[in-house]
């Protein structure tokens, strides 16, 4: 794990090493799932599908190519994260669930099930689509 100093300017985050086994680039500000296929060894990451999003790593801090090992962000504050959502506006404070392809989704805070994070700004939806993929500031906590 790389720990970044403590800096009191700076928030704090924490990063692991992983290998991208998802078949294509992992682009910065993507979510990712630990593999869990035969190969399974806890340094594969690949994109969510929709039997293993509990298997959340973290967001990819700069473009991985596939084979390649690249930085997770697994905590901390992050400016820019994929965000996908069909359910409309969300509010700064609403948990973060991972979903199937490479996002995060929004979800009202309800106690019942694991958030990874939470919104640290209000997204809109947009009125020409049942779905909206942006990118928005986040706090993620997959440790």
């Known amino acids: 794990m790389l720990f970044k100093s403590i800096n009191r300017d700076d ?12 078949g294509s680039t992992m682009t910065a500000g993507y979510a990712c799932v630990f593999d869990t296929g035969a190969s399974v060894d806890g340094v594969r990451v ?7 999003v509990g298997a ?3 967001v990819a801090d700069a473009d991985i190519a596939n084979n390649g090992y690249g930085k997770i962000q697994i905590y901390g504050y992050r400016s820019s994260a994929y965000i996908y959502s069909s359910a409309g506006d969300s509010v700064t404070g609403d948990g973060l669930s991972c979903v199937a392809d490479w996002g995060l989704t929004p979800v009202a805070s ?17 009125a020409a689509s049942s779905q909206y993929h942006l990118t928005a500031k986040v706090f993620i906590r997959a440790l």
């Open 11 to 22: 928030a704090e985050k924490v990063f692991i090493i992983c290998k991208n086994v998802s």
């Open 46 to 52: 690949t994109k969510a599908s929709s039997t293993d």
């Open 56 to 58: 959340f790593a973290g």
């Open 110 to 126: 309800s106690g019942s099930s694991k958030a990874f994070g939470f919104l640290c700004e209000a997204v809109s939806s947009s």
